[in-house]
């Protein structure tokens, strides 16, 4: 069964259309990464799943729940990190946890969930004096309270430093090998890459790819830099037949007195024929993959009619999770501070997550958001009062 199957939706927003058309399945068991840019409709998504707002038009099913008719059962076995999460100053790290125990109603031993995300220690102490990475292992384990059977995680790392976006990567991972599909946001390739089995990237509301990063590499036309070694230095017209060569962006000479040549993967071999037909000695030559930023910018940015061979088209069909890719789990997932966040899920989301007022959901019938972060809210104040 597919954690997550999202089949043609669209959500607008009066003028705006934060998400256009999009189908996707997310595994059982998959850690899957959505990427693209700011605004380009990861949270509207998200927020689609847990029925915080609704389909303009299309199906999303979450567990095998209509996320609009049984929302309550999707919010029971999913957690829920939201963008931006902040603590109650006041309250300890068990606290919070209590509640999200509470508005789960499961019988969980709080320390025990601190434990797994390495705050045990600090179960006592005031969540206002947490540093930034100890506030989001907080939010996380509010999150795995009642071992969800998928783990819903809006820029996880955000504003994490590199040991704790490497912590949260390893929690992610363990709760992987438990069996939890994973469906987390990021606008940054590198944070995801370690971590999914594959990746799904959204531009301006539609999916433009679908696939594990080594497939996103291999069907993306980003350019690869080629380094020519060369016996004797190149003729200008030479330069000039090499630039003019199909899937040759540029060519300059190097300091060496060779070549550099931004091209597409493909043209590598072309390049150094078309050198040697002219007479050229090639000493050597190596290659720099495009980097993952490059490749991210390859399907986010630029004229939108050239599509890559791994447009969603082809690849929403690949279901299955990558085996190269699953294999390489085991890198970076940092994110920026999520100065952006208030769009939609906020601050309490992760406790109105699980506490989200399912009838208020259930009375829109317009499609708009409900406001389940608002009854997280007052209930975790009233938590203070006591
Ligand atoms: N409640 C809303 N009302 C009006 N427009 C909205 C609403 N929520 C989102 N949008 C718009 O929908 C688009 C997608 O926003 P969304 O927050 O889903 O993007 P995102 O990919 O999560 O971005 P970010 O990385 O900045 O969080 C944006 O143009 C945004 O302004």
Redesign the pocket.
């Known amino acids: 069964m597919a954690a997550i199957e999202l089949d043609g939706v669209t959500k607008r927003?009066?003028d705006?259309t934060?998400v256009s058309d999009l189908s996707l399945t997310v595994e059982d068991g998959e850690v899957f990464g959505f990427l693209?840019?700011?605004?380009?409709?990861?949270?509207?998504?998200i927020n689609l799943l847990l029925d915080f707002?609704r389909p303009t038009t299309g199906t999303v099913t979450v567990l095998g729940h209509d996320a609009r008719e049984e929302s309550v059962a999707v919010r029971e076995r999913t957690g829920v990190l939201p963008?931006g999460f902040d603590v109650y100053d006041r309250l300890t790290g068990r606290a919070h946890v209590e509640f999200a125990i509470d508005s789960k109603e499961v019988d969980v031993d709080p320390d025990d969930v601190l434990d797994r995300v390495g705050l045990a220690d600090a179960a006592d102490r005031q969540a206002g004096g947490y540093s930034k990475g100890m506030r989001q292992r907080l939010a996380l384990a509010m999150a795995l309270v009642g071992d969800p059977d998928l783990l819903v995680l809006d820029?996880p790392s955000s504003g994490l430093d590199p040991a704790g976006a490497k912590e949260m990567r390893e929690i992610v991972l363990e709760e992987a090998e438990r069996g939890t599909t994973v469906f987390f946001?990021s606008?940054i390739l590198e944070q995801v890459e370690a971590v999914c089995d594959r990746v799904g990237i959204?531009r301006e509301?539609e999916l433009v790819a679908v696939d594990s990063i080594a497939g996103l590499r291999e069907a993306s036309d980003a350019d690869a830099t080629l380094s020519v070694a060369v016996g004797d230095p190149v003729d200008d017209d030479v330069l000039e037949s090499v630039r003019a060569l199909d899937g040759v962006q540029r060519v300059e000479r190097s300091t060496e007195g060779g070549l550099r040549v931004g091209c597409d993967s493909d043209a590598k071999t072309r390049v150094v024929t078309a050198l040697e037909d002219n007479g050229v000695t090639v000493t050597d030559f190596t290659t720099d993959e495009a980097s993952l930023e490059d490749l991210f910018l390859a399907y986010t940015e630029g004229e939108r009619d050239e599509p890559t061979d791994a447009d969603a088209s082809v690849a929403a069909d690949d279901g299955e999770a990558d085996a190269d890719t699953t294999a390489s789990r085991d890198s970076t997932a940092t994110s920026d501070p999520a100065a952006?966040?208030g769009?939609?899920a906020d601050s309490d989301t992760a406790a109105g997550a699980e506490d989200a007022d399912a009838d208020s959901a259930a009375d829109e019938s317009d499609g708009d958001?409900t406001d389940a972060p608002d009854a997280g809210d007052e209930a975790i104040e009233e938590e203070v009062q006591r």
């Open positions: 927003f009066d705006v934060a693209g840019p700011n605004g380009a409709g990861k949270s509207t998504t707002v963008e820029e946001s606008h959204l509301g952006d966040s769009e939609t958001e």
